[in-house]
């Protein structure tokens, strides 16, 4: 079994700065595309941006410029480095990741971190 575990999510004030980690826990497992998606009350899941193996990044027009997500294959997890953030940012946000274990490719999510942004 492989799990992914998140952290970092808190209270901040408009404009600062956050920085979530992702980390994958388990044996015998290799990660392919993770990425970080978020929810807001009342809105559908969102794709944030994601990160290949070999470090190749998608963004989604609302966070290019202010996000940045990056990765440490040796350590297994994906970091989301989040600046200037917005109250409109404000949501819970998941890791997702493809991860080769058990003979197949297993989609897997975290179990969310909280993201607030207010004065």
């Known amino acids: 079994q492989v799990r992914l575990v998140e952290s970092g999510g808190n209270l901040v004030q408009p404009g600062g700065s956050l920085r979530l980690s992702c980390a994958a826990a388990?044996?015998?497992?290799?990660?392919?595309?993770m990425g970080w998606y978020r929810q807001a009350p009342g809105k559908q899941r969102e794709l944030v941006t994601t990160?290949?193996?070999?470090?190749?990044?998608n963004y989604a027009d609302s966070v290019k410029g202010r996000f940045t997500i990056s990765r440490d294959n040796a350590k297994n997890t994906m970091y989301l480095q989040m600046n200037s953030l917005k109250p409109e940012d404000t949501a819970a946000y998941y890791c997702?990741?493809?991860?080769?274990?058990?003979?197949?490719?297993?989609?897997?999510w975290g179990q969310g971190t909280q993201v607030t942004v207010s004065s």
């Open positions: 990160i290949t193996r070999d470090g190749r990044t």
């Open positions: 388990g044996s015998r497992f290799s990660i392919g595309t």
């Open positions: 997702n990741a493809n991860v080769w274990y058990g003979s197949r490719w297993n989609d897997l």
